[in-house]
């Protein structure tokens, strides 16, 4: 994928994969520091440093100079059972993690445009115990652009979703049905001959809280995350390609946690 002047490294071929030996010393130092302070048991700090290492591994970029750039954001995704405690408990939990990524991203030898930011989201349907970390180079300071010709049907959405568009500029979602392609009178123009004129529509699902992502039947497809699609829900992280031209979706996400705790959950957190 292309994004920018800037290219996704290849994983496999990465030459910034932990030993094995080196990532048990990185993960023997972070699990006794405040990884596992911060985990409160309710999560393996040992699972979520891999998944943290994958993720970086598989969306590490290549800049001009052919050296690797870490990611700088990433979306962790946990059961909102496991997530409202944490978050309870360690307020900072976003920035303990992301602190325990930047120390990651030392050590995997890889360069960095600006601090990691770690976006949290709690899901029912998310198993308890388990995470899902995606993510992705986002090029800083882009410009910010509107879907004004959907000004009237604007109204607040969750999560405060976004486009990152060919790595160039960031595109704010407050409409609830968004048309993509070529022409003109899309909501998101899209200035390439392999791009559809009518290319692909972003509906938004209220009973789920996400976008729907479907292709109008375009020439050149569509993909999600390398995969055709002709319609599929969106997640934080997700990269469309539209016949080539890719598009980042993104989320912002707030802290879950504001009020009193459960003493029930208090007390399985604390070993009461």
Known sequence: ????????????????????????????????????????????????????????????????????????????????????????????????????????????????????????????????????VTARWVPA?????????????RSPLPRHPFLIVDGRRQVGLDAKLLRIGRSRDNDVILDDRRVSRHHLELRWQPAISRFLCVDLGSSGGTKLNGYPIKECTLEAGDVLSLSGCDIIYGEEFSLHSTGSFPSGDTASLTGG
Do not use: C
């Not at 930011?117 to 308890?128: D, H, K, N, W």
């Not at 300071?141 to 049907?153: D, F, G, R, Y």
């Open 141 to 153: 300071e882009l410009p910010v652009a509107n879907t004004a010709a959907l000004a009237a049907s």
């Open 1 to 132: 994928m292309a994004v920018g002047d800037w290219q996704l490294a290849a994983s496999s071929q990465s030459p910034t994969a932990i030993p094995m030996h080196r990532f048990e010393d990185l993960a023997q130092r972070l699990i006794e520091g405040s990884l596992a302070h911060v985990l409160r048991e309710r999560l393996s700090a040992n699972e979520v440093l891999r998944a943290l290492v994958r993720a970086i591994e598989d969306a590490q970029v290549l800049n001009e100079h052919g050296e690797g750039l870490a990611p700088n954001h990433y979306w962790v995704t946990l059961s909102e059972q496991d997530l409202a405690p944490l978050e309870y408990f360690q307020p900072n939990l976003a920035d303990e993690l992301a602190e325990n990524v930047r120390q990651t991203i030392l050590h995997m030898g890889l360069k960095m445009d600006m601090a990691p930011r770690i976006l949290l989201r709690g899901l029912s349907e998310m198993p308890p115990h388990h995470l899902r």
